[in-house]
């Protein structure tokens, strides 16, 4: 049974930095993509980042230059590095994963292409 625990959530000012964790459980860790998600209030939910079982990433427009997703196969803890933080930043993220092993063709931004989730963490910054 695969389990995730997000942690590291918390309240900044814009431009502030917070770094997300993601501890993974019940499955062989490293064979899988991980992503981020975050879901604002009223809003559907956005693919932050991803990284394939090789550390290749792709990331949401929105985010590219400032999120790093990165991941300690050793630790199984996938990590999404936040700085510059907007406003606009603020939502509750989720990690997830899915048994894919690489990028490709597939949707990786989608939540239905993830078979497994984490009960989120708060991220708020004020401006």
């Known amino acids: 049974q695969v389990q995730l625990v997000e942690s590291g959530g918390g309240s900044v000012q814009a431009g502030g930095s917070l770094r997300l964790s993601c501890a993974a459980s019940g499955y062989t860790y490293s064979s899988y993509c991980m992503g981020w998600f975050r879901q604002a209030p009223g809003k559907e939910s956005e693919g932050v980042a991803v990284?394939?079982?090789?550390?290749?990433?792709s990331y949401a427009d929105s985010v590219k230059g400032r999120f790093t997703i990165s991941k300690d196969n050793a630790k199984n803890t996938l990590y999404l590095q936040m700085i510059s933080l907007k406003p606009e930043d603020t939502a509750l993220y989720y990690c997830?994963?899915?048994?894919?092993?690489?990028?490709?063709?597939?949707?990786?931004?989608?939540?239905?292409?993830?078979?497994?989730w984490g009960q989120g963490t708060q991220v708020t910054v004020s401006s």
């Open positions: 997830a994963a899915t048994p894919r092993r690489s990028l490709g063709s597939w949707s990786w931004s989608r939540p239905w292409s993830y078979n497994a």
């Open positions: 990284i394939d079982s090789d550390g290749r990433t």
